[in-house]
């Protein structure tokens, strides 16, 4: 039922398509979520913005959603899908903000050594993406 739910809310709230470089950075927020384990995951869902998950889970991909919201407490996950079943249409702008941001908080917990990527073959080349200068095409 709570992957229904989230489907009825995610399609038809975003209120225009990504562009080429907005479709990428959120791409590149979705695979650095799905190549997190579980361990990693829980540590940075205790540190992301309620509100500014909301926003980010209606541009990540379907799978990076699941990812976020099966590490969460069930009373969490459903509070956050009954938020965005009750919010309006999103501008891309604040969507693709709210997956950097996520994005962000997962380099900055990896430099700070609360999570590591040594585990993750994927999450570790998204972070010597974002650290070799990736971050500032992401900003751009």
């Given at each position: 039922?709570?992957?229904?739910?989230?489907?009825?809310?995610?399609?038809?709230?975003?209120?225009?398509?990504?562009?080429?470089?907005?479709?990428?950075?959120?791409?590149?927020?979705?695979?650095?979520?799905?190549a997190?384990?579980?361990?990693?995951?829980?540590?940075?869902?205790?540190?992301?913005?309620?509100?500014?998950?909301?926003?980010?889970?209606?541009?990540?991909?379907?799978?990076?959603?699941?990812?976020?919201?099966?590490?969460?407490?069930?009373?969490?996950?459903?509070?956050?899908?009954?938020n965005?079943?009750?919010?309006?249409?999103a501008?891309?702008?604040?969507?693709?903000?709210?997956?950097?941001?996520?994005?962000?908080?997962?380099?900055?917990?990896?430099?700070?050594?609360?999570?590591?990527?040594?585990?993750?073959?994927?999450?570790?080349?998204?972070?010597?993406?974002?650290?070799?200068?990736?971050?500032?095409?992401?900003?751009?």
């Amino acid at each position: 039922e709570m992957n229904d739910r989230l489907s009825q809310c995610y399609y038809g709230s975003i209120a225009q398509k990504p562009g080429e470089k907005d479709y990428y950075k959120l791409k590149a927020a979705s695979e650095a979520i799905c190549a997190m384990n579980d361990e990693n995951m829980k540590r940075v869902v205790k540190d992301i913005d309620h509100d500014e998950l909301i926003y980010a889970l209606r541009g990540i991909s379907g799978e990076a959603r699941q990812r976020i919201l099966s590490n969460m407490p069930i009373l969490a996950a459903i509070k956050v899908i009954d938020n965005m079943e009750h919010s309006g249409p999103a501008r891309m702008t604040d969507l693709v903000q709210c997956s950097m941001n996520i994005y962000a908080l997962i380099v900055k917990l990896i430099d700070s050594g609360e999570i590591s990527c040594e585990d993750d073959g994927r999450l570790c080349t998204f972070y010597r993406f974002f650290t070799d200068g990736g971050e500032q095409w992401l900003k751009d």
